[in-house]
């Protein structure tokens, strides 16, 4: 204990230098605490940002699996609307060309299981009303018979990949039929 006196009796400030490095502390403690939340917080920020690029990636790269086919789909379409169309178009009554029917039948069904296969639907909305998002309108026809927007006639069916428009359809569209004016005869 008397070491401790003299130190204090050598140093008159000894008493008050620890109050002033305390304050100090206190000063440096805090700067150091609001250092540490800037840093917890920027490590929070690039974890977060970590986690956005890779659900990004993820979701590029799902999306490349799911829509891989979409370009050599579309190059196929026409093929299936010509098979389609030859189909439409011979008579299915004639026995000459019944071979040639069945064969051009089978390799479209051959198609169609393929195109399924790989999530490629096709689009054959005759009869349904008219969606802009996934038909074109090719025509409008007035009728009577049917409600007006709904789709009377399918020109080209439309396909989808997993869920994405590949191809609308073309359609022609329904429309109210004009009104019918009197005539001058029948007015008089």
């Known amino acids: 204990m008397a070491d401790e006196q003299t130190v204090d009796t050598q140093n008159p400030d000894a008493n008050q230098a620890p109050e002033a490095s305390g304050e100090d502390l206190a000063a440096r403690v805090q700067v150091l605490e609001e250092q540490l939340a800037g840093a917890q917080d920027q490590a929070l920020r ?13 979701q590029d790269v799902e999306k490349a699996h799911k829509f891989a086919l979409e ?9 299936v609307d010509s098979l389609e169309r030859g189909l439409e178009l011979s008579s299915p009554d004639d026995e000459s060309i019944r071979p040639m029917r069945e064969g051009i039948e089978l390799t479209l069904k051959m198609f169609h299981d393929t195109l399924k296969r790989y999530q490629l639907e096709a689009i054959d909305p005759h009869g349904e009303p008219f969606n802009a998002v996934q038909h ?38 329904s429309k109210a039929p004009a009104p019918v004016s009197p005539s001058i005869d029948e007015q008089a």
Do not use: C, H, T, W
């Not at 690039?46 to 993820?58: T, Y």
């Not at 049917?146 to 569209?173: C, I």
């Open 46 to 58: 690039v974890a977060a940002d970590l986690q956005n690029v890779r659900r990004r990636a993820e």
């Open 71 to 79: 370009k050599f789909a579309g190059d196929l379409l026409p093929i």
């Open 136 to 173: 074109q309108a090719m025509a409008m026809q007035e009728s009577a018979d049917v409600e007006p927007n709904s789709v009377l006639k399918v020109f080209q069916k439309g396909y989808q990949l997993n869920g994405r428009l590949l191809r609308p359809a073309m359609v022609v569209v």
